[in-house]
């Protein structure tokens, strides 16, 4: 074997969830297996992610006490997916999800929580359920990681309180509570002691959380079977002979390595947020491929997808949106960068209302961020951009924190000096801070408080909705997602589109080998996570949807390519074995 030689039976390109996903399993099936990153930090994606999963009819569940009825689940994404529904895919999704489950929470150390009741984003469709299906991954203490905990990809900042991310929708609300609980109170004063010691001893928090702990954990379970992990070290092309990928070349430390694999290659760079001309091409609200604000990892370029291309992949482009929308924020770090802030949970709380640049409302502002996007960008037709303005009057404010604004006891001014937050002591002087049209915007928040005061939502329906109520809180009656705009001053923030994740990818297979033009199979060559085209068909059915298809699709991308190299090595061709030096 040449010096610049490496021979393995896998090689996975990314360490997001679907790609330490599919090592894992290999390894355990007996492979060798070398995963390579070109960051300079692992985790992807996965990394600065809320760490949620959605996968129906696990043993999470029944542990619960949850069995929800036979064939739900597939008739809930027939519902979602609509014309790109492939039952294949959705049937290996459904068949192999609990089995992966089982096998990671069984074999690792990836561990999940599942919370009684999380809805379904449409649980009032056809199969959709109040609950059992998404799940949360449980905290990981950072020091199993040892030093290798330095070069995990941090939490993304916005979504951090000094630099901690908070964990379950508990830990959230005890955060909100502090000031009104002394069992609060006591929870976060330990909880932050714990953080700020950690930063003291390690330079970091050690109380992994979210997607943090999910990167965590599957790093922590790599490292257990002994699985290396190349950073800073991007593939430059595929190997691609005698109508089979064998491999690729990957620049590491200044040299180009070929690494043999003969079992194959999976492809798991985390899809397109960052690739402006996929952008310009497949998201109709970018026309430049600018317009767009993703809080994903700016490195996710579409490395994968063009890499399957140069030896005949095809990317799914017909998907009916290109993306998993999230409104965002584009705010000012304290360093001087720029910060991309998504709101998840802010837009159903009580006192909270959108409007468009006209000062109307147009959605239901509980609705899931995908849906939302698509309202927001439905009420802009024909508006040179898409974005909205969040409101809320003081109350809500202090209550639940806005955006990047985070509730009382926290400070606003650095916000407000920033001009990410836009403050009037009237709503007249607000739609002036934001170029509204003041009676049309005092005539919005008029109509909503005289149902809001009632509980009721005539126009949009706002907490008519299991995810709706959900995302409420639970304090206020009659409906937890109301309260009228009253207490001024007033604030507002500018939505813009964002994503948390691409859904166009690559075409696949159920057994996650990537299809050419013809769709058939590319000897070697399989895709999963973002760059595969998404099972959901181009909607967002519940929490957790990216990553529970990751950890599914990885599971079976592992498994299949165990299955092909005893195939092969039962004809003759063994599987070849790194030695310890190349692995070096």
Known sequence: MAQEDVAVDVLVVGTGASGMAAAITAASQGLKVLVVEKESRYGGTTARSGGWLWVPGTHLATEQGIREPAGAAKEYLRHEATTHFDE?????????????????????????????????????AVGGQPGGRSMVTRPFDGRELGTRVKQLAPALPELTVFGMMLGSGAEIKHFMRAFKSPASFAYVARRLARHFLDVLRHGRGMTLTNGNALAGRLAKAGMDLNIPVWLSAPVTRLLFEDCRVTGAIVRREGRELRVRASAGVVLACGGFPYDIERRRALFPHAP???????????????????????????????????AAWVPTSVTTRPDGSQGVMPHFIDRA???????????????????????????????????????????????????YGLGCVAPFPMPIGRHLKS??????????????????????????????????????????????????????????????????????????????????????????????????????????????????????????????????????????????????????????????????????
């Open 288 to 322: 430049t491929g600018q317009e767009h604000f993703s809080p994903s990892p700016s490195t996710n370029t579409g490395d994968g997808l063009r890499l399957a291309e140069s030896v005949g992949g095809v990317v799914d482009g017909t998907i009916p949106h290109a």
């Open 88 to 124: 294949a895919r959705v049937d290996a999704f459904l068949e192999n999800g609990p089995k992966a489950i089982e096998f990671f929470t069984r074999n690792t150390c990836v561990q999940f929580d599942m919370p009684a009741v999380f809805p379904d984003y449409h649980a009032e």
């Open 419 to 584: 001009g990410y937050l836009k403050r009037g002591a009237s709503v007249a002087e607000l739609a002036g801070k934001i170029g509204v049209d003041p009676a049309t915007l005092q005539a919005t928040i008029e109509e909503f408080n005289e149902g809001a005061r009632r509980g009721e939502d005539p126009a949009f329906g706002k907490g008519s909705k299991a995810y709706n109520r959900y995302q409420g809180d639970a304090s206020v009656t009659p409906n937890p997602c109301l309260a009228p705009l009253e207490h001024g001053p007033y604030y507002a923030i500018k939505l813009v589109v964002g994503d948390i994740g691409t859904f166009a990818g690559l075409v696949t297979d159920a057994r996650t080998r990537v299809l050419d033009a013809q769709r058939q199979p590319i000897a070697g060559l399989h895709a999963v996570g973002n760059d595969a085209a998404s099972v959901m068909g181009g909607n967002y059915p519940g929490a957790g949807i990216t990553l529970g298809p990751a950890l599914t699709f990885g599971y079976i991308a592992g498994m299949q390519l165990a299955a092909a190299a005893r195939g092969r090595a039962a004809q003759g061709e063994p599987a070849m074995a790194a030695t310890a030096a190349a692995m070096a």
């Open 349 to 399: 709380k009580p006192g909270v209302i959108a409007v468009t640049t006209e000062g109307r409302r147009f959605t239901n502002e509980g609705n899931s961020y995908h849906d939302f996007v698509q309202a927001m960008v439905a009420a802009c037709r024909g508006k040179p951009q898409v974005s909205a303005w969040l409101l809320c009057d003081h109350r809500a404010l202090r209550n």
